[in-house]
């Protein structure tokens, strides 16, 4: 089945730069979601990627490479509002239709 | 701005009893989602629903799940027979497209608790 990888936790500094990264298997990829969840709150959208390369966002940045099933989100300038858990989520595609399958999402602690 | 909305934010109720989550996906959308979290485990999808039928449902949404949009604008999840492991917090989520750019708007979800 499908698989998503990312790194349990992390921890930064206010006013540095993280990179939370995400594997994922590539059969029937068809695009790569990266999500902020504050606790106890829902998932809010940060990013999409569907082809290779770099989106900008701001103060936030996704990068894709399909052939190596591997995505990265890039927070800079951290603040302490970015103290959250980071979903990368992948939507696959099969004989059915479409699936979406989230990752274990990424705890990020920003320190002062 | 326009956002997703359930109701209610918080239900309990008992092992066996039947249960309806309510969400108001945002107006001009045409995909409607239903996801789970269970209490500090990752976000699972249950379905997606497009043009008034299920077209994708994950090994989650047994028979004891149903989607509905009876009027156009609600889109219910409903379970049959809750059981003490349907204990999550639900959320809805809807999408104008699947393509590029696109992106799913979460509901704040409805917290089920079933004892």
């Known amino acids: 089945g499908q698989n998503i990888d990312q790194p349990t936790e992390m921890t930064a500094t206010e006013g540095a730069i993280v990179q939370i990264n995400c594997t994922y298997q590539?059969?029937?990829?068809?695009?790569l979601f990266w999500y902020q969840q504050h606790a106890g709150e829902a998932p809010t959208f940060l990013s999409y990627?569907?082809?290779?390369g770099l989106e900008e966002k701001g103060r936030f940045s996704s990068f894709l490479s399909r052939s190596k099933g591997y995505s990265y989100l890039l927070l800079k300038e951290l603040q302490m509002k970015d103290s959250a858990s980071y979903l990368c989520?992948?939507?696959?595609?099969?004989?059915?239709?479409?699936?979406?399958?989230f990752g274990p999402g990424t705890r990020l602690s920003v320190l002062p | 701005e326009p956002e997703v909305t359930q109701t209610p934010s918080h239900q309990v109720t008992q092992m066996g009893q039947e249960v309806i989550l309510r969400c108001v996906p945002i107006?001009?959308?045409?995909?409607f989602y239903w996801y789970r979290q269970i209490l500090g485990q990752k976000v699972e999808f249950l379905v997606s629903?497009?043009?008034?039928?299920?077209?994708?449902k994950s090994e989650i949404f047994d028979d004891q799940f149903s989607v509905e949009r009876p009027d156009g604008s609600n889109f219910t999840l409903k379970i049959r027979s809750t059981k003490l492991e349907d204990s999550a917090m639900y959320f809805c989520?809807?999408?104008?497209?699947?393509?590029?750019?696109?992106?799913?708007?979460f509901g704040p979800g409805t917290r089920l608790t079933v004892t």
């Open positions: 989520a809807s999408s104008a497209g699947t393509g590029t750019g696109n992106e799913q708007y």
């Open positions: 590539t059969s029937g990829f068809n695009g």
């Open positions: 990627n569907v082809l290779d």
């Open positions: 989520a992948v939507r696959w595609l099969h004989n059915y239709g479409q699936n979406f399958v």
């Open positions: 107006s001009n959308h045409l995909y």
């Open positions: 629903f497009y043009n008034n039928e299920i077209s994708e």
